[in-house]
C-alpha cells in the first residue's frame, strides 16, 4: 500500500541520518539516552534531581516538546547546556531534528546526552536517534499494564524507570505486575525504581550511569 511505502522512505531516511549521529557519539566519546514516556511521568523532573547528583559527567540535554520551552528553562537553571526542540505538534523527535540540535551544543565539553523525547509511548519507538540506549518511564500513577498496551516501545527500550514510587500507598499500581509485563514483551529489560520528588533510588540510578558513560 502507498503508505507503507511513504513510512518506510521516511524511516529509511531517517535511520541513515540517525547513523551519522551515532558516528558523532562514537568520535566525540558521547554516550547518549533517549528518555521516553507518556505526557507526565516525570521524564523532566528525573533529569533535574539526577544531573546535581552526576555533576562529575559533563551533561548535555536536547528537549524535544510540542510547545514551548518551559523544560529547557528547568534544566538551564541547572548550568546544564541545553537546547529545545519544538515540534510544533509533532508526536516525536526524529534523528534530523537531533542532528539540528546537535549543532547547538558545544559537544567537546560532553560526555552524556539525553535527549528528552515528546511525551509519546507510540510514535518515538519507531524512531532511532542514534543514542546508544532507550531509557522508557512509567510512573505510579499510570496502568501497571501499560507495557501490554505499548508494546513496540517497551519491545525497543533497554532500560524501564518506573517513577513516583512515593505515591505507591495512594494508587493502585503494582511495580512487580508492571514488571512481569515487560518482561512478557522484552525479557532483556533493566529496571529502576525512584521518586524524582524524594530522591529514592536516585542514588542507584545515577551510579548506573556512571558505568556507562
Known amino acids: 500500500m502507498p503508505v507503507i511505502t511513504v513510512e518506510r522512505k521516511v524511516l529509511e531516511k531517517n535511520d541513515q541520518i540517525a547513523a551519522v549521529n551515532r558516528k558523532l557519539f562514537g568520535e566525540r566519546k558521547i554516550t547518549a539516552f533517549n528518555l521516553l514516556s507518556s505526557p507526565g511521568s516525570g521524564k523532566t523532573t528525573l533529569l533535574e534531581k ?17 510547545q514551548s520551552d518551559r523544560d529547557a528553562q528547568r534544566i538551564n537553571s541547572l ?3 541545553v537546547v529545545q526542540i519544538v515540534t510544533n505538534g509533532g508526536c516525536h523527535l526524529d534523528a534530523g ?3 539540528d540540535a546537535l549543532a547547538n551544543l558545544d559537544l567537546t565539553s560532553i560526555r552524556l546526552l539525553f535527549i528528552e523525547n515528546v511525551g509519546n509511548l507510540v510514535c518515538p519507538a519507531n524512531y532511532d536517534l542514534g543514542e546508544k540506549m532507550k531509557i522508557v518511564m512509567m510512573s505510579t500513577t499510570e496502568g501497571d499494564d501499560k507495557p501490554l498496551k505499548y508494546t513496540p516501545m517497551f519491545r525497543t527500550a533497554n532500560v524501564c524507570i ?3 514510587i512515593d505515591l505507591l500507598p495512594h494508587v493502585e499500581f503494582n511495580p512487580d505486575t508492571a514488571r512481569e509485563n515487560a518482561l512478557k514483551i522484552n525479557p532483556e ?3 529502576f ?7 529514592e533510588g536516585m542514588n542507584e540510578l545515577a551510579d548506573w550511569i556512571r558505568t556507562q558513560v
Open 79 to 81: 548550568g546544564i547546556p
Open 50 to 66: 539526577l544531573l546535581p547528583q552526576i555533576k562529575d559527567i559533563m551533561c548535555g540535554v536536547i528537549e524535544g516538546d510540542v
Open 193 to 199: 525504581s525512584v521518586s524524582a520528588k524524594t530522591g
Open 97 to 99: 531534528l537531533v542532528k
Open 189 to 191: 529489560l533493566s529496571f
Open 162 to 164: 518506573i517513577n513516583k
